[in-house]
């Protein structure tokens, strides 16, 4: 497949899909419609990648419309990642979500599930490929008005508040993101985002591009949930239907970090503003504090989803701890742990949700006996979970390598102690979960308990087989993610 | 076969058996025989290696790239030949001891603890045979988590407080010190690999080899140093044949045979010896050796003081390799199989003891000599091993440490080594002989009925002789001659060890 259409389809395939599933009356044809169209992003992305990696950086004018006048697409390695990781763990997701889905949403608002999710995955591949910084604002906005319905579909009540509360953030953060661009349209007179890297070192001193750069920093973090801008995601992945929060755990801010690397060195990597204005060490404190309390405080959870969400602030933290050195080394573990983390966090809440599932309950207590009664599910918790700590022959451990690889190479030794401190706080945490599965027995009223459907147990298996096989054999991906943060930082194929 | 072949073939072999032992499972006369099978078939495949490398050949294998740069290796030199042999035979002998034990004690899910068991194995071997630091790492990661199921085995609060600490204080150090030193390294040479006379020479300052060298050393928590050495009594709870070669082989082995792996292979000892780098890491050893002892003094559970009694024996192996002479580095590897054997007897005895009369405290042994003649007959001459006398091969070991440290011109060390020996000798030898000349504690009325009740034995008059099952005696006659053998014969050990101090 070698058509010049693959980006543009990629993305407008489910943007157009999302329409029909909504019309649909139940739940069984708008999820094969649904199934279909993910794996067909999926494989696009795929032969997008392949191709990006072959040819070098894609660039596609939207109806034939040149750059500065039209929106382009400009796809180049790290795009190219974000699309695979983005469509894979919506395709995965995808194929998990109809028992979920079955059991955790009413019947008439299944179809609005499915038509949500296809207009979050749009947005969120949409992102990844767009070339333009407004085009990439309509985008972000399409994921995260789909993914606020999302996560109020479920049948918990508390929903409700939660993504009534990521509206109110998310909104602020767009907003921040929109009068960023809005200065720096006033300053360059562009959009296009390769124009404005080419701009921005002519005005970089000005106090609007600061103030512009203030506004977009602000605003992405927010969506990327850096601490301590994090209030609305624990609960927002805590209550959201299970395969909501796989998705949206494994892509939303995922997608956010790419947004924020490319703001900070493909826009501004020219006027080096990492260094100039300290943004790097801005980032680093903040990066180091979410490592630190929130896994201090994914601890004192009782709530597995809960906790699993506090642990996904401290990796956030790991990737822009990464980011923030804007050393090649650095950022490549940056990147290569947004793949690793979509994977591993993608199994856990898979998992999180078979258990909910057939218990109905998620809380700590609710894992008792698992170990026996769901030796599948619990087998891939394990997994995901030593992953999480960076054991190795998991991706943890190539994320953890990576990054100390890179402090190290800095001299900056500190930082390497406090990460490897920092990866002991999620020993406890796991080996809280763990330890009631495997050595408290199975409650008696809960003796019917039994493994979770098969479909459900591949994809999670899928994504947990993932996580050994790219722990073991990363060249591959660590490679890509080495050329990408050449590339930002202009100095790579 | 090739000897890359045979080396490959052990590492898989018990993998499979694994996977067979599960498929196996309901039938645990076939699953015994599965990992019988199994652990024969991996000790010849390791005996295969052999000639090669005695001969001065080094096999390699390199399976796949796991960083760029990075690749998952295998290189047998003569110290991880050394280590895989022991840990091959005796799991072969442990094996037939389970069985007896296993079933004479009525333990549950079996069928999980012989499956962990065979995966703990493959990683021993793993680790003996990696060709750099980041395969031995990988492979002593997969060790700590695979014998955890087997620890916790019994699944009670007391099993899961020990787990906790077992893996807490093995994964902690391995992270924060031992994965910190190798990415450390890793930035400062470029290589990983194992190299003769090693890979640091004219890469780092002074200052840096000491702190590397320290980081290494107490990131390896598998060599139980104090003050990380916790894990190691924690891990008593374990069911005994757990204890005996996880515990006294293959889990502390694979400790102090990758502080030796590294002081060789990545420091070398002529670097370490000029930066002089490990000198204060010999009183650390030095007095691991010597509280260790004196806390075992003070332990009444069998398996406690035994389990202290190892922490202090490991220390001479890391006495011996930051000692850095070669003779201290020969009695090092040489202590690792000595060791092995004198101390698996005795783990093996105090299982044996436990199965036959439910005893556990050494204040309860008095006169159990009587009832159990050939085991404590067998503790005796494992515990003269472990003291170093004649005709034990402890003594070997013991010897040429003692050298080692006169090399080094340290009296010190040969007198710590001496008044460890004094210390064996009041910790171990009084429950053999208390066991032989004491007089038995009156016997309970209803103890040998409620035994009845509980586990079915015969019951049997009181002075009668009554031994463990008789696949646990197997075992430990086997160990028992293994120690005997090895003070006749340790010229195969003594070559393969002259190897590694003076390559080519």
Known sequence: ?493 | MSPETAMLLAMALPLVGAAGIQLAGPWPNLREAVTLLTATATFLLVVQVLPSVAAGARPEATLFQMLPGLSIAFRVEPLGMIFALIASFLWIVTSVYSIGYMRGHHEENQTRFYTFFAVAIASALGIAFAGNMLTLFLFYEVLTVSTFPLVTHHGTEEARRSGRTYLGILLGTSICFQLFAIIWTWTLTGTLDFTDGGILEGRASALVIGVLFALYVYGIGKAALMPFHRWLPAAMVAPTPVSALLHAVAVVKAGVFTVLKVTVYVFGIDLLRTVGGSEWLQYMAAATIVIASLVAMGKDNLKARLAYSTISQLSYIVLGATLVTSWSVVGAGMHIAMHAFGKITLFFCAGAILVASHKTEISDMRGLGRAMPFTMAAFLIGSLSLIGLPPMGGLWSKWYLALGALEADKMFFVGVLMLSSLLNVAYLLPIPLRGFFAAPPEPEPAADGQDEGDHGHAPAPADGIREAPLACLIAIAITVTGSVVLFFYPDPLFDLMRQVVSPH
């Open chain 1, 1 to 493: 497949m070698t058509s010049p259409h693959l980006p543009v389809l990629m993305v407008v395939l489910p943007l157009m899909s999302a329409p029909f599933c909504a019309v649909m009356r139940r739940g069984l044809p708008a999820w094969s419609l649904a199934l279909v169209v993910t794996w067909t992003s999926f494989a696009l992305a795929l032969a997008v990648l392949t191709q990006v990696l072959d040819h070098g950086t894609i660039i596609y004018s939207i109806g034939d419309w040149a750059a500065p006048w039209g929106i382009e697409y400009r796809i180049d390695r790290i795009g190219a990642f974000m699309a695979v990781i983005v469509s894979g763990i919506g395709a995965l997701s995808l194929a998990y979500s109809r028992r979920s889905i079955a059991h955790e949403i009413g019947v008439r608002r299944r179809p609005l599930f499915y038509t949500m999710f296809l207009l979050s995955l749009a947005g969120l591949l949409g992102i990844s490929v767009t070339g333009d910084a407004f085009n990439l604002f309509v985008f972000l906005e399409i994921s995260s008005l789909s993914s606020y319905v999302l996560i109020s579909l479920a049948s918990d009540r508390r929903a409700l508040t939660a993504a009534y509360r990521y509206l109110i953030m998310g909104t602020i953060g767009a907003t921040f993101y929109i009068i960023g661009v809005g200065l720096m349209y006033m300053m360059t007179g562009t959009l296009n985002l390769a124009d404005l890297a080419a701009r921005v070192p002519e005005v970089a001193g000005t106090r609007t591009i600061l103030v512009a750069l203030g506004f977009l920093t602000v605003g992405i973090s927010l969506k990327l949930a850096l601490f301590p801008l994090h209030t609305w995601l624990p609960n927002a992945y805590a209550f959201a239907p299970s395969v909501v929060t796989v998705f949206l755990a494994s892509t939303a801010t995922k997608v956010a970090i790419y947004v924020l690397l490319r703001i900070l060195f493909t826009v501004f990597g020219k006027a080096d503003v990492i260094h100039a204005q300290e943004i790097g060490d801005v980032l680093m404190v903040l990066a180091l504090l979410a490592m630190f309390v929130a896994s201090l405080v994914a601890i004192f959870q009782d709530n597995v989803k809960r906790l699993l969400a506090f642990s996904s602030l401290a990796q956030v933290g790991y990737m822009i701890l990464g980011v923030s050195m804007a050393t090649a080394t650095g950022i490549s573990a940056g990147i290569i742990h947004l793949f690793n983390h979509a994977i591993m966090k993608g199994a856990l809440f898979m998992a999180v949700g078979c258990v909910f599932m057939r218990t109905g309950s998620v809380r700590v207590e609710a894992f008792a006996g698992l170990g026996r009664a769901m030796p599948v599910t619990m087998a891939a918790f394990v997994v995901g979970g030593l992953s999480l700590i960076g054991v190795p022959a998991t991706v943890g451990f190539i994320s953890k390598w990576t990054l100390i690889q890179a402090a190290l190479e800095t001299g900056a030794w500190p930082l390497a102690v406090l990460i490897l401190l920092s990866s002991l706080l999620a020993i406890v945490y796991v080996w809280k979960v763990v330890e009631v599965a495997y050595f408290q027995p199975l409650p008696s009223y809960r003796g019917d308990v039994r493994e979770a459907p098969l479909s459900m147990v591949l994809p999670m298996w899928f994504l947990a087989g993932c996580s050994i096989y790219f722990g073991i054999d990363a060249a591959t991906t660590l490679g890509i993610a080495r050329d990408a943060a050449a590339a930002l930082l202009g100095n790579g194929p």
